[in-house]
């Protein structure tokens, strides 16, 4: 039997992007060349791979069981023929995709470009917003790295926890809050809130930890950033509740006051992500670890709250 690697790669493509075209595209192909490569595929393998199920296609439970061990085929052979060499800051040219909650791009992201420009002139950083439903960028490898509060659950996509913040009450000067001396878990569910959420959701895991003291809180809107949101509490008396490293600068710059939050909350994480296909990448590497150390100092700032 002559092994062809082209299949290999067309293989892994069509396993990633689930069709034809999708495929083609990823390997600047045209499409009947991928589809005549998957009529091999299937000759060689005896199996469908994928099957039309209305308008889409669905992969079959082999190719199912095989995507990873083929996808770490590639990624071995590609090591392989790839040649060796050493990493030169000096010269690199590169630019990387990151994307990451907005609130940690205004915390760390000026240091982080700082950073990468003093060791590589050549490098670009291409940071991107988040968007309100889950997309598959950090699979697809369109984006070299993400940074937010929550863990993926992909095999294929590595983290790292590399921060965490308590969360605390964010409100305006001279807010009724500011003028009590002890803030109670009543009093706080008894204020008006806006929540934080890009898909607009009114309800949080700080509804649950109320709930479980028999409260309820009373949430008159959401704003998609946490910036937003500070400029709603800014004249008003909406309560805002965020991670309190990201709330620190912009309560300075809006004049807002941070308080305790009188909730038992796990602190907020903060992870870095990326495809394992980034894994020995030697520029990959060095820009996860200065990603790593400018989020991590940003992070453990002095914590104070005030009235």
Known sequence: MQLDLNLLTALDALLEEGNVAGAAARLHLTAPAVSRSLARIRRTTGDQILVR??????PTPYALAVREQVHDLLRQVRDVLAPSRELDLATLERTFTLRWH???VALSGPALLAAARAQAPGVRLRFIAES???TPELRRGEVDLAA????????EIHAERVAETRHVVVVRRGHPLTLIET??????????HITVSRRGKLAN???????RLDLTRIVVATAPTERAAYEFARDSDLVVTTPEATARSAADDLGLVLLPLPLDLPPAPVYLS??????TDPAHIWLRDLARNTLTSAMSGPAETAR
């Open 274 to 279: 990326w495809h394992q296909r980034y894994d």
């Open 53 to 58: 199920t209305g308008r889409t296609m669905t």
């Open 148 to 155: 937010n509060a929550d863990r993926p659950t992909a095999p």
């Open 132 to 134: 309100s439903i889950d």
């Open 102 to 104: 907005d609130a940690l």
């Open 183 to 192: 803030i109670t878990a009543a009093r706080y569910a008894a204020a008006e």
């Open 205 to 211: 895991l700080l509804d649950d930890a109320l709930t």
